[in-house]
């Protein structure tokens, strides 16, 4: 595997294999790998003749200082890990290199998807996602990249970038990876306490059963459920249950036949904070 700090040196590297008419598939991350970006990975390699990885922890999309201090960082396991794979290229830089001395984001307009769920939140979250990734591609100039469905706000929030900057990348969402208990993987989950682990696949196991009962109840009704339900768990706080469309993100109140709805949830274990999603069939 390649690795580069560098933007420059990185850039004259994929250049070699563009004018090979290679494809390049791009998988960006934060680090702190787990099953779940392996599989983007896989996904990548059998899609794609060179795929690169980047991991950076973004400074701008945190919203919370001590969420940023201790988000995991694991580089010498993470490159074992993704040796394992055959990664071909991994992208490491600074936060100077990406930012210079200015770690500010851009302002971005997601036509409303920014306003929704994480958006109301994590103030400023989005902006800092569409400053990095916009920032990666500029870099490595992907054919496609390869995104989790877990953030499928964020997922939505890239297609649109693409689509209003007029970008040659396809993007690509993969299936939510689990734990065999149902919990999401997320970089995060390796900060809960064993109890807040055990408790933790109850999140998962409520979003299974709204699933059920999308099927028979009001969208208030199980809204009213959700919320109930997580009264009874202490050490879970619910901070938003939201019904909404797939499109455009917005909040259902209630159902229509020709429109395709999720149910997202965001979860405080203590203080990690937990997201999960599942697809819902009318
Ligand atoms: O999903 C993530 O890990 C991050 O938001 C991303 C896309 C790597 C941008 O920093």
Redesign the pocket.
């Known amino acids: 595997m390649k690795k580069f700090n560098d933007k420059k040196a990185l850039k004259h590297c994929l250049l070699e294999y563009k004018n090979k008419n290679k494809s390049i598939g791009f998988v ?3 680090g702190a790998l787990h099953k779940g970006h392996l599989s983007l990975i896989k996904k990548a390699k059998e899609k794609n003749d060179v795929v690169v990885v ?1 991991i ?1 922890v ?1 400074p701008t ?1 945190f919203d919370n200082v001590e969420d940023l201090k201790k988000y995991p960082k694991t580089l010498k396991n993470d490159i074992k890990l993704l040796e394992s794979v055959s990664c071909d290229v991994l992208f490491s830089p600074s936060v100077e290199e990406i930012y210079a001395d200015k770690i500010v984001s851009k302002k971005f307009i997601f036509d409303g998807l920014e306003h929704q769920m994480e958006g109301k939140f994590r103030e400023g979250h989005f902006d800092g ?1 569409g400053t ?2 916009n920032a990666l591609f500029e870099i490595i100039e992907p054919n496609k990249a390869y ?2 469905q877990k ?1 499928f706000q ?1 997922l939505q929030i890239i297609k649109k970038m693409v689509k209003k900057k007029n970008l040659a990348i396809k993007i690509k969402g993969c299936p939510i990876f689990r734990e065999k208990d149902g919990l999401a993987m997320s970089s995060r989950n390796v900060r809960l306490s064993k109890e807040q682990r055990e408790i933790a696949p109850f999140i998962f196991k409520t979003l299974k059963k709204v699933r059920k009962k999308f099927g028979t109840k009001s969208v208030s009704e199980i809204n009213e459920w959700v919320e109930n339900q997580f009264k009874k768990q202490p050490l879970l706080e619910l901070e938003y249950f939201t019904i909404a469309e797939e499109k455009t993100l917005e909040t259902a109140q209630i159902k229509e036949s020709n429109k395709k709805y999720r149910a997202f949830i965001a979860v405080f274990a203590g203080k990690i904070r937990l997201i999960d999603n599942i697809r819902l069939k009318n």
């Open positions: 960006p991350t934060m980047s950076f973004n999309q996602v990095i990734v995104f989790g953030d964020q």
